[in-house]
């Protein structure tokens, strides 16, 4: 779509600095906002000269995030420009390349004028925007817990010869730390830090299981399919829906493994095609990802483990296998998403009172559920896990996979 003009803006926590610039890339205007409840209104007022304008955010989905949704509030145009996009064009500008706001507004501006990448921001989704706020809360929790959890070992170590050996808990630290008798001041203050650690322990579990409720609470209200797929739980879903957004952004599969980082990068050079691990991508995803993938390895029954015995055989190591599970799941839930996304807009259709429909055609990977690849965390009656022997796995029909989301 030609826009007559393109407004760049470059955001800040305490201000906002905008600059106009033409079809021609020439600048035609520049401004600068604090940030404050009107900064939006205060911008819209500014460029009432232009009426034919096109704002460009950077990092609508970061820092930019606020001031793109109030313009989208206010019946603007808005495009989101990655900051990598934007410092390309600064670095590449044949004029002034100097690092100020202005210079760094005027990039994003030329940014979304040249690229075809740079995408169009809508009014947030209320249920993705709740399950990213609470995936990122659980994930904070984690890490802060597993910050604790190796200091606490640290301390025991210093306490206890061989410290403890597995992965450390509330339980079995209160239990080695009551079998300790100090034999000095020394021993007395580690005890005591040790006891200090502990406590952070405990409280770090509890709100991490109060989290997890959020998430789940928050998943169910969603109305996802995306938990059918085999060792995908809430934590997972709110972390893959939330990052993800609208799903009508990735126009196939490819598209969205490439964002996610499950599809290979080639590297080829004349007559050699040449295919490479990817590093790009986004990694919370990707991770949420590797961990449904150990999930379905984990589990000789699923059809996730069937698949990846496939490619062993095939000659294939143990990491090359892992990564074409992992493509292979990034499909299921693609499919899902896109499953979820005409499912919503039927309902919207259908207005007040009308069918949504049974959802047959959500099955992840294929036209329908007979045909998954993946079955559900818990199979039911209809599962389409492969049949096991009883002398493998004997009375596993119905056990439940471990969750192993709360791995961080």
């Known amino acids: 779509m030609m826009v007559a003009v393109m407004i760049g803006v470059d955001p800040h926590k305490g201000s906002h600095t905008a600059v106009v610039i033409g079809g021609a890339e020439q600048p035609l205007g520049e401004l600068r906002v604090a940030a404050s409840a009107g900064q939006a209104e205060e911008l819209v007022a500014w460029a009432a000269e232009w009426p034919e304008r096109t704002w460009a955010v950077e990092g609508a989905a970061g820092l930019g995030r606020l001031l793109a949704q109030q313009l989208v509030a206010a019946g603007e145009r808005v495009l989101d420009v990655p900051p990598k996009l934007a410092s390309r064009v600064r670095l590449l500008e044949a004029g002034d390349t100097n690092k100020n706001d202005p210079n760094d507004a005027r990039s994003v501006a030329v940014a979304a004028l040249r690229s075809k990448a740079v995408r169009q921001v809508a009014a947030e989704d209320h249920h993705g925007a709740v399950l990213k706020i609470w995936a990122r809360r659980h994930r904070d929790l984690a890490r802060s817990r597993n910050q604790v959890a190796c200091r606490l070992h640290a301390v025991i170590a210093d306490l206890v010869p061989g410290g403890v050996r597995k992965e450390i808990t509330a339980g079995h630290a209160t239990s080695v730390l009551d079998r300790i008798t100090p034999a000095g001041p020394v021993e007395t203050a580690r005890r005591d830090l040790a006891a200090q650690f502990l406590d952070d322990l405990r409280r770090l579990d509890t709100q991490l299981a109060e989290t997890k409720k959020q998430l789940a609470a928050a998943v169910r209200a969603s109305g996802t399919t995306v938990t059918e797929v085999f060792g995908v739980g809430p934590v997972i879903a709110g972390t893959v829906i939330g990052d993800t957004g609208d799903i009508s952004r990735f126009a196939s599969r490819g598209?969205?493994?490439?964002?996610n980082g499950t599809a290979p990068v080639e590297v080829s050079s004349g007559a050699r095609?040449?295919?490479?691990?990817?590093?790009?991508?986004?990694?919370?995803?990707?991770?949420?990802?590797?961990?449904a993938?150990?999930?379905q390895i984990r589990h000789a029954h699923s059809d996730g483990r069937a698949y990846y015995d496939k490619k062993i055989a095939e000659g294939k190591t143990s990491k090359e296998a892992l990564r074409c599970l992992k493509r292979r799941i990034s499909d299921a839930i693609y499919?899902?998403?896109r499953a979820d996304a005409r499912k919503t807009v039927?309902?919207?259709?259908?207005?007040?009172g009308g069918q949504t429909g049974n959802g047959s055609d959500s099955s992840a990977a294929s036209s329908h559920p007979a045909r998954?690849?993946?079955?559900?965390?818990?199979?039911g009656p209809a599962t389409t896990l492969r049949p096991r022997t009883p002398a493998?796995?004997?009375?596993a029909r119905n056990r439940r996979p471990k969750d192993l989301e709360t791995i961080s």
């Open 346 to 352: 039927t309902a919207i259709s259908a207005g007040p």
């Open 372 to 379: 998954q690849l993946f079955g559900q965390a818990t199979p």
């Open 255 to 259: 598209h969205f493994a490439a964002y």
């Open 392 to 395: 493998r796995v004997p009375a």
């Open 273 to 291: 095609k040449i295919y490479r691990l990817s590093l790009r991508g986004n990694r919370r995803m990707n991770h949420a990802i590797h961990m």
């Open 335 to 337: 499919a899902r998403l």
């Open 293 to 295: 993938a150990i999930t």
